[in-house]
């Protein structure tokens, strides 16, 4: 954005499969268990030379199946000197 050169965003994505050698034995100790996943998007800003906020939004799929998914919030700032 004109301005605001400074700035960054991104988006990942992540997937964990469970493997099938340690899947048998977690499944022992704590149920049912699946594959997990999830997203995440960010936007950095640059406030000045040495301050950084970034807002960022999560949604994270569990790999235990009787754990909901959850939408994490969150903001973060460095302040580098």
Do not use: C, H, K
């Amino acid at each position: 954005m004109r301005g605001r050169e400074s700035d960054t965003f991104g988006v990942g994505y992540y997937y964990s499969g469970t493997s099938d050698e340690v899947g048998p034995l977690l499944e022992t100790a704590l149920g049912t268990i699946g594959d997990g996943q999830g997203v995440e998007a960010f936007y950095n800003v640059r406030a000045s030379e040495s301050l950084t906020i970034t807002p960022d939004v999560q949604w994270i799929s569990q790999a235990r199946e009787t754990v909901d998914d959850a939408w994490v919030l969150g903001v973060r700032a460095n302040l580098a000197f």
